[in-house]
């Protein structure tokens, strides 16, 4: 039985979308161990609603995790499993001097939404040259999942 994958995109496409969604997930995993993080650690005025809203918020990505690797699979590559190849992968930056106050919180997860969708935007044109439909429908519902979130994020710091 031939084993080799035939599904109408080249070896060389394949490999190209398979490393632009490592950088993906890489950014969508490194934004959910932040949104966690700011979820045990929040506090404030402000702690029951952004505790409830952090929670639904890493519970979204985490899910995320799963389907962007899988993809990667699908097209025959490995996806990043390690901290270290994640950390290697990701353009988003840690949270800097400890816990930061709530305000602040909310200013970095909007940075990292907006990085994420920055680069599940540059990703876009890369499957459509390769005539990879799946990819662009997980982009595309990636993208509009962010662009929501860092809405709403924008908006609560805002007077």
């Not at 409830?52 to 799963?66: G, K, N, R, S, V």
């Not at 540059?122 to 390769?130: D, P």
């Amino acid at each position: 039985m031939d084993t080799n994958i035939n599904i109408g995109i080249s070896e060389s496409h394949r490999t190209e979308i398979a490393k632009g969604l490592s950088r993906l997930l890489a950014d969508t995993y490194t934004l959910y161990l932040k949104t966690h993080g700011f979820h045990w650690n929040v506090t404030g005025p402000m702690f029951n609603s952004l505790h409830l809203m952090f929670e639904t918020h890493y519970q979204e990505l985490w899910a995320a995790t799963d389907v962007i690797a899988e993809r990667i699979r699908a097209l025959d590559a490995f996806a990043p499993g390690s901290y270290s190849e994640l950390a290697r992968l990701t353009s988003l930056k840690e949270s800097q001097n400890g816990v930061p106050h709530a305000k602040e919180m909310i200013g970095q997860l909007l940075e990292g939404h907006e990085t994420v969708i920055r680069t599940a935007r540059s990703l876009t044109s890369v499957a459509e040259n390769g005539g990879d439909e799946a990819t662009l429908d997980l982009l595309t519902q990636r993208l509009q999942i962010h662009e929501k979130t860092a809405w709403m994020l924008r908006s609560l710091l805002r007077d």
